[in-house]
């Protein structure tokens, strides 16, 4: 921790080495990433998003050089997505669209839909869809749908009914009874 706050390169290194070498542990990867977001002291405020976007685009890279199917890597992806939606959405959602399908792209998928839940519960319910069925996805799925009825209960309804198997009904009825009486009046 404390070579990654003076040395975010090096130390991000030394854990891709890691990592390639066989010692995959998940803190890794937030480590990694959280050093390579890190805002240097004295950053001039007029250069301060170019220099994120760099920063951004130096985790990105480090990442997509660590095994796909690493813990190390599937963590990393949570966590910059978690930065990158806020900076630059289209650029983070088609990365995520691009990548292949592992344990990091799930991690990433979830992190989408729970970063954009509560303003865009549309968007965040069909990300929750691109999750393997699990509880993982129902609980995703089941928070999203519930701010999308309260945003727009007939659209929410409408795309629930034309998308939704019995297993997500039952498993979102089961999971939250606060969406209630909507889920059980559907056609």
Do not use: C
């Amino acid at each position: 921790s404390s070579w990654a706050e003076i040395d975010p390169q090096g130390a991000s290194e030394k854990i891709a080495g890691l990592v390639n070498s066989g010692s995959d542990q998940a803190h890794m990867g937030n480590l990694a990433v959280a050093a390579l977001l890190a805002e240097p002291e004295g950053i001039i405020e007029d250069v301060a998003e170019a220099a994120q976007l760099e920063r951004m685009e130096d985790a990105r890279l480090w990442l997509e050089a660590l095994p796909v199917e690493s813990v190390t890597r599937s963590v990393a992806t949570s966590r910059l997505m978690s930065s990158w939606l806020s900076l630059d959405p289209q650029a983070a959602s088609q990365w995520l669209v691009d990548q292949p399908e592992s344990e990091a792209r799930t991690n990433g998928i979830r992190s989408m839909a729970n970063a954009i839940t509560v303003e865009d519960p549309e968007s965040a319910v069909m990300w929750a869809m691109e999750l393997p069925q699990g509880n993982s996805q129902i609980i995703t799925l089941s928070r999203a749908y519930d701010y999308w009825l309260a945003k727009d209960s007939v659209a929410a309804q409408e795309y629930a009914n034309a998308n939704f198997d019995e297993a997500i009904w039952q498993a979102i009825s089961d999971d939250g009874q606060d969406a209630g009486e909507d889920i059980t009046e559907r056609e």
